[in-house]
Nanobody, 120 residues
Framework: QVQLVESGGGLVQAGESLKLSCAFS????????LGWFRQAPGKEREFVAR????GYRASVEERFTISRDNTKKEVYLEMSSLIPEDTADYLC?????????????????WGQGTQVTVSS
């Protein structure tokens, strides 16, 4: 069974950077499309970035970079120029059905999340 464990969240000031990591286990890592999603209190879960066929949410594409290390079985989200609106719980997700999807319903496996808080 696939397991995902996020790390790297924290409290930062606006304009600072943060790098999130997600460790994958329990499956063939290279077969999965990995994605980052986020959810703020009272809001729906929203797509942030994905990798195989890379894609980004419009509001982050100039500031965030997703990458993966198939040897370490990890996926990363490097976030720069953070703004208070980026504050959310960030979740790593994996799916084998689609390399292009930004729909959280297409992702079968989820981590527990790591909190990112950006102060103004």
């Amino acid at each position: 069974q696939v397991q995902l464990v996020e790390s790297g969240g924290g409290l930062v000031q606006a304009g600072e950077s943060l790098k999130l990591s997600c460790a994958f286990s329990g499956g063939f890592f290279s077969q999965y499309t990995l994605g980052w999603f986020r959810q703020a209190p009272g809001k729906e879960r929203e797509f942030v970035a994905r990798i195989n066929w890379s894609g980004y949410r419009a509001s982050v594409e100039e500031r965030f970079t997703i990458s993966r290390d198939n040897t370490k079985k990890e996926v990363y989200l490097e976030m720069s120029s953070l703004i208070p609106e980026d504050t959310a719980d960030y979740l790593c997700a994996a799916n084998r059905r689609s390399s292009y999807s930004s729909d959280p319903k297409q992702y079968d496996n989820w981590g527990q999340g790591t909190q990112v808080t950006v102060s103004s």
